[in-house]
């Protein structure tokens, strides 16, 4: 029997590569959406392209997630579906402080409304949730120190990163409305024995994504690099991340789909550990390398919400679930500078007027609140 898989968010750059994975496995694809991000379009015209040539069925709904009648309207017609994968949402920190009522609707409401149409027509089926190690906060228990040796910030007490032990501290409207949908995921697992199951997930980059300033900041250095766009570090460049290749991490939901009587309830990091991390001034060099431009980069104040280090600990998922990341950083970047560099029409075409100037607005919250905070957003 067909496998069918429902993708919220699947016009996005990591539901594209969901629905790619199971469109190639011979599945039905449902994907839904509201096509309201930059390149969403594109995605959807790539994938139904993709679709064709593979032994699986796609089917594109549009579909806004707060919208409860969109969401059980579209349920109670796929009652047969075998796993929800829950991508939609907003998706930047920056958003958030401009739109603090829009976050919460799509992140915390939607996933809701994704919850109760599972538990009303599909409740056997494997449901998925995409979180963020936002939910841990600024961290400011964890002390975090210059290796003057490596040129950038570590954890003095934490080799393997932060674990899912860590405390939640949402510190943003983005990490309140994430956080909160984490915690009903999670306990839609307990309250009706649904098969939830939680995923914090770190740098996720590849390629399809049209990453801009606020968001995807390995995808927007690459694309800025190679379309001649100024690049904005903001802090000083040394601050890390732990990158995990968009592959890896649809490896990782497989593992957890596949083995959801161990996954059940859970909550897992999802980000490329200590093996798998990069400084903001790396991927400069990288991309030195990939892309041949030298160009400077600009320095400026650090964000509200940024942390100079974070690292997850994946020790969780590599022991429960057998999974491990293949793809180190400097692979990563060289296919996604490929993938750039052959779809640079399409890159002009969907952030062409992306960082020709600061929007006054967002320029005004931010600096509120670094007046309340000097941390920024990774």
Known sequence: MTMKVLVSGVAGFIGGHVAERYLDEGASVVGFDNLSRRGNVENIR?????????PGRFEFVHCDIRNETDCLGLFEAHKDADVV????????????FLNPRMDFEANALGTLNLLE????????A???????????????QVEVVLDESTGRYRYADYPKGIPETAPLDFHSPYGCSKGTADQYVRDYARMYDLNTVVFRQSCIYGTRQFGVEDQ?????????RLLGKPITVYGDGRQVRDTLWVDDLVDLYQAAIGNMAVARGKVYNAG???????????LVDHLKEHTGSDDPVAFDDWRPGD??????DVTKAQTELGWTPKTPPSEGVQKLADW???????????LGSVGKGKDPQKQAVEQKRLQEANRGDG
């Open 46 to 54: 790539w994938l139904s392209e993709h679709a064709e040539s593979k």
């Open 85 to 96: 994968i829950h991508l939609a949402g907003q998706v930047a920190v920056t958003t958030s």
């Open 117 to 124: 149409a599972t538990r009303l027509y599909t409740p056997k």
């Open 126 to 140: 494997a449901f998925v949730f995409a979180s963020t190690n936002k939910v841990y906060g600024g961290m400011e």
């Open 216 to 224: 995807g900041w390995i995808a927007w250095f690459t694309i800025a």
């Open 272 to 282: 490329g550990g200590v093996g798998n991390t990069l400084s903001l001034l790396e």
């Open 307 to 312: 942390q100079r280090c974070f690292i997850a």
């Open 340 to 350: 750039a560099v052959r779809n640079q029409a399409v890159l002009e075409r969907v």
